[in-house]
């Protein structure tokens, strides 16, 4: 009979607030008359605060950063977990990177051991490639306790990865993964795919290809089709 003797008015004033608060409405009253048309008076420039602490320096060799890396200093230092260190020989020319290191990692002691680790060798192998002549490295050296790295942490651990670049100097990179991606070429692997994307760092440039992670392809087999061209891409004019 009528309108509904159900509905809940508050649910229904809070959701038209909310609204007008996204369309930039952010007061419901203003008890004292403004001048809507006068301009905002110019602020002060704020000078920055200066850092209380200094950065310190990072390794400047492959060998100390590494160890810097998987130790107590590094920013997963305190998370819980075995660090899994870059596996592999950086001078192959070609570096392979991927997120985090998977649950069942820490046990066998190298990064991607299980099922996608036995795809990512089948991969290798169809470029004439296996592990020792690789470098195979993870944005984070532990797995999160989330399981997945928030933004700020990312941000943190693609400063030091690019670092990583500078001392490896590789001359191709595969980037594994969204977050490997993002760290390296700043784009999601959907974005980055089917491109040689130029990464400059201090020790040069290297040429990066974006692919999905293997833990992608085992819960979608469709896109291993589309893998390939990847490494194809990969291995294209790579002497």
Not at 54 to 77: Q, S, Y
Not at 135 to 162: F, I, M, T
């Amino acid at each position: 009979m009528g309108a509904d003797q159900n509905h809940d008015w508050r649910a229904s004033i809070a959701s038209a607030l909310e609204w007008w608060r996204d369309a930039g409405v952010d007061c419901e009253l203003d008890e004292v008359p403004r001048d809507w048309l006068a301009r905002a008076p110019i602020a002060a420039p704020v000078t920055p605060a200066i850092a209380a602490a200094a950065v310190p320096a990072l390794p400047d060799t492959l060998d100390a950063f590494v160890a810097w890396r998987i130790g107590e200093a590094a920013p997963e230092g305190r998370w819980p977990g075995r660090p899994m260190a870059p596996q592999g020989s950086a001078a192959s020319g070609l570096m392979v990177v991927v997120d985090m290191p998977d649950r069942e990692d820490e046990a066998a002691g190298a990064l991607l051991s299980g099922a996608a680790g036995r795809l990512f060798d089948r991969m290798l192998a169809a470029i004439g490639r296996d592990r020792q002549s690789i470098h195979l490295a993870s944005v984070a050296v532990k797995r999160p306790p989330a399981g997945r790295l928030a933004d700020d942490v990312a941000q943190d651990l693609a400063a030091l990865l690019r670092h990583h670049l500078a001392l490896a100097r590789p001359k191709r990179i595969l980037a594994l993964g969204n977050a490997a991606s993002r760290a390296i070429a700043g784009l999601d692997v959907a974005s980055a795919r089917g491109n040689l994307h130029a990464v400059n760092h201090d020790g040069g440039t290297s040429d990066v290809v974006a692919s999905f992670h293997p833990r992608f392809l085992l819960e979608r087999p469709a896109a291993k089709a589309d893998a390939w061209k990847d490494l194809r891409l990969l291995i294209g004019g790579f002497e």
